[in-house]
């Protein structure tokens, strides 16, 4: 199997475990997330601390929908806003404990975890150099 191939059967496991734990976090409730609210949090906790203007701008959204997502997950206490030390009129979305209690639960078995277990020493330092290009790409792409 060439190395295309493998990339992208990887990046499909990846993909689906993401799915498979988003949807696992949908519950019925008062707090229960919608599949687009876990979307939306897992979006801000990647973009690390982004205002509401960046987030978004990223998901191509209007301001009033970013806010009214916002508000929902502020409402059921997953992120909450930071005044910006930079700007102190904007805001910055913050995930809480709620929302780190919730993701460390999808991250304990992690694909790369699962790898990497799997490899040793010299095999993990090569991983390691793959996965810090595949970064690099992405930064590339503007992510």
């Known amino acids: 199997m060439s190395w295309k191939k493998s990339l992208a059967k990887f990046y499909k496991k990846i993909k689906l ?3 498979k734990n988003m949807f696992s976090k949908i519950k019925d409730g ?3 997330l919608t599949s687009s609210e876990y979307l939306c949090l897992e979006c801000i906790f990647l973009m690390d601390k982004p205002t509401i203007t960046e987030f ?3 998901l191509d959204i209007s301001a009033p929908n970013a806010t009214y997502k916002i508000k929902q997950l502020i409402k059921k206490g997953f992120i909450s806003k930071e005044k910006s030390e930079k700007d102190k009129r904007e ?3 913050v995930p809480t ?3 780190f209690d919730l993701y460390q639960q999808k991250e304990d078995g992690t694909v790369v975890n699962d790898v ?3 490899l040793d020493k010299k095999e ?3 991983f390691d150099k793959i996965l ?3 970064e690099g790409s992405s930064e590339k792409d503007g992510i």
């Open 30 to 32: 008062e707090d229960a």
């Open 97 to 99: 404990q709620k929302f």
């Open 91 to 93: 805001f910055l979305l």
């Open 17 to 19: 475990v993401i799915y």
């Open 56 to 58: 978004a701008e990223f």
């Open 132 to 134: 810090k290009i595949l």
């Open 116 to 118: 990497k277990n799997n």
């Open 124 to 126: 993990t330092k090569r």
